[in-house]
């Protein structure tokens, strides 16, 4: 298993950044996946899940009407589009996964939301 997430980067309060995660060595389409992200200090926070094969998400509280996780299957890639960011969204994202007893991790996307 194999998960790669990609695209965070420095983004002012009120903007945007879309973060992708691209998956193999698992069965992805039908696999629910999630986002999680993990600020400093803190400990990992659940943000986002869909289902498989991706008809029904769900969301923190907090992310609500700004960030709305999507999923291509046909590229085994899974989506976080975050909108209005705010400092406190200031963290690391990650796209885990289990399958077969076992939680696999990326290496996450630092996301900073500054001025």
């Known amino acids: 298993v194999q998960l790669v997430e990609s695209g965070g980067g420095l983004v002012q309060p009120g903007g945007s950044l879309r973060l992708s995660c691209a998956a193999s060595?698992?069965?992805?389409?039908?696999?629910?996946m999630s986002w999680y992200r993990q600020a400093p200090g803190k400990e990992r926070d659940w943000v986002a899940t869909?289902?498989?094969?991706?008809?029904?998400?769900y969301y923190k509280d907090s992310v609500k009407g700004r960030f709305t996780i999507s999923r291509d299957n046909a590229k085994n890639t899974l989506y976080l589009h975050m909108n209005s960011l705010q400092p406190e969204d200031t963290a690391v994202y990650y796209c885990?996964?289990?399958?077969?007893?076992?939680?696999?991790w990326g290496q996450g996307t630092q996301v900073t939301v500054s001025s």
């Open positions: 885990p996964v289990s399958r077969w007893g076992t939680n696999y």
């Open positions: 869909i289902s498989s094969p991706g008809g029904s998400t």
């Open positions: 060595g698992y069965p992805f389409s039908s696999s629910g």
